[in-house]
């Protein structure tokens, strides 16, 4: 015979089963209430910062302050820059300075930047980026998969000054910044980046603002990209996926991460390597509210020599001083050598470097292409041919007839 279900007892075993997992969710649920209005990252934290104001308050108004203080989200909203800013949820102590001594997050933020750079008008996402709006560490951090622009490190920290300051290339290529006290260097890093970028002669195969080269990507706002726009494919597992990382590691080892890359091996240490990934790492597009650009450092204009453009566009292929590139898998034709710079006229030099020549890596410099002006053009060509050597005046070798004795000699061997 079939066998016979016990329906009633099919339906009490469904009804415990459905109360076991309706009891489930429900503590679920109360755990997450709990968890999010209760035990927060930033409610600990502020309840944390509760107890170390009150440390703090060795006076009246010490006392005021840290009776006054509440738990609750604490955001700055900027509209000027399309900013939500709330790090201050958890970064309480930025502008108290008997905070110095604290720890992050409660830490006084270091030197005087705040003194014109107010939170409350340029929020902190600004400079440090991160997920202005999150409240969990991880999250604000930037640190989620999804999120473009993760907090920058310290050692790269500055490199977005550059969104709302001005750099200005100086003598003997110093940059100068308008920072915290409004007239101050900008990183070390940074600095140093830009000279070896124009040193080693990058531009020589890389655009920036328009001009340089064009074999390589455009750098104009390189500091803009976003992780997903790097190739991590030829990255060990264990290596992480970070845009300063991957640069870093382009520098030493270019090869390495793109196989078949056209970017030669500098021979770069690691210092020099760091120094250009905080300099790409500014490389981005300015804010464009001019408001918040107005503390720009006004120079006296730089004279823009024949030197400089060879060294910045030229050298990395022809060599510092025309004598062939010192880069190692270069060849290209060295320019400072005496028989060609007698042969070849001006008109030859300007052609050249114009329209580039076809058959070899040498590409167009003119307009459309690596965007020098006629100007330019022709100053770099006076730098060339600055280095042909004196010879002899034509009347007087006419002049000479010469002594047949020693030619026949000569030409006997």
């Known amino acids: 015979m079939p066998k016979q279900f016990d329906i009633e007892k099919m339906e009490h075993r469904s009804?415990?089963?459905?109360?076991?997992?309706?009891?489930?969710?429900?503590?679920?649920?109360?755990?997450?209430?709990?968890?999010?209005?209760?035990?927060?990252?930033?409610?600990?934290?502020?309840?944390?910062?509760?107890?170390?104001?009150?440390?703090?308050?060795?006076?009246?108004?010490?006392?005021?302050?840290?009776?006054?203080?509440?738990?609750?989200?604490?955001?700055?909203?900027?509209?000027?820059?399309?900013?939500?800013?709330?790090?201050?949820?958890?970064?309480?102590?930025?502008?108290?300075?008997?905070?110095?001594?604290?720890?992050?997050?409660?830490?006084?933020?270091?030197?005087?930047?705040?003194?014109?750079?107010?939170?409350?008008?340029?929020?902190?996402?600004?400079?440090?980026?991160?997920?202005?709006?999150?409240?969990?560490?991880?999250?604000?951090?930037g640190r989620a998969p999804f999120w473009d622009y993760p907090l920058l490190k310290k050692e790269n920290m500055k490199a977005a000054c550059t969104r709302c300051h001005e750099i200005d290339v100086l003598q003997g290529g110093l940059l100068v910044q308008a920072d915290a006290d409004g007239r101050s260097t900008l990183s070390e890093q940074v600095v140093l980046g830009k000279m070896l970028a124009e040193s080693k002669g990058c531009f020589g195969c890389h655009l920036l603002q328009g001009k340089g080269g064009t074999l390589g990507p455009d750098l104009t706002y390189v500091g803009d990209k976003t992780r997903h726009e790097f190739d991590f494919s030829h990255f060990a597992k264990d290596e992480p996926r970070e845009i300063e990382y991957w640069l870093r590691k382009h520098?030493?080892?270019?090869?390495?991460?793109?196989?078949?890359?056209?970017?030669?091996?500098?021979?770069?240490?690691?210092?020099?390597?760091?120094?250009?990934?905080?300099?790409?790492?500014?490389?981005?597009?300015?804010?464009?509210?001019?408001?918040?650009?107005?503390?720009?450092?006004?120079?006296?204009?730089?004279?823009?020599?024949?030197?400089?453009?060879?060294?910045?566009?030229?050298?990395?292929?022809?060599?510092?001083?025309g004598e062939q590139s010192e880069v190692p898998g270069i060849r290209t034709p060295a320019l400072n050598n005496a028989d060609a710079l007698a042969a070849a006229d001006a008109d030859y030099y300007r052609s050249i470097i114009l329209h580039g020549r076809s058959g070899s890596t040498m590409p167009a410099w003119g307009p459309g292409k690596g965007n020098l002006s006629t100007e330019e053009i022709d100053l770099l060509v006076g730098y060339i041919q600055s280095w042909q050597r004196e010879g002899a005046e034509v009347e007087a070798v006419h002049a000479d007839a010469g002594d047949i004795k020693i030619g026949r000699a000569l030409f006997g061997g």
């Open 15 to 141: 009804k415990v089963w459905l109360l076991v997992v309706s009891v489930t969710t429900l503590v679920v649920l109360i755990v997450a209430a709990v968890r999010e209005n209760f035990l927060a990252d930033w409610q600990i934290l502020q309840n944390q910062y509760a107890t170390v104001l009150k440390e703090k308050a060795t006076n009246a108004q010490g006392r005021d302050i840290a009776d006054q203080f509440a738990v609750h989200f604490r955001q700055n909203v900027v509209p000027e820059l399309n900013k939500t800013d709330r790090c201050i949820t958890c970064h309480l102590g930025i502008d108290d300075p008997r905070m110095a001594d604290q720890s992050l997050p409660f830490k006084t933020h270091p030197g005087r930047y705040l003194a014109i750079h107010d939170p409350s008008k340029f929020g902190c996402t600004i400079c440090h980026q991160g997920q202005g709006l999150a409240t969990e560490i991880e999250d604000a951090h």
């Open 251 to 321: 520098f030493l080892e270019p090869s390495e991460i793109s196989p078949g890359t056209l970017m030669p091996d500098m021979d770069l240490g690691v210092s020099e390597a760091n120094a250009l990934t905080a300099y790409m790492l500014s490389l981005r597009r300015p804010v464009r509210v001019p408001e918040y650009r107005s503390f720009e450092n006004k120079v006296a204009h730089v004279e823009v020599t024949g030197k400089h453009l060879y060294r910045k566009n030229c050298a990395s292929c022809h060599g510092m001083n």
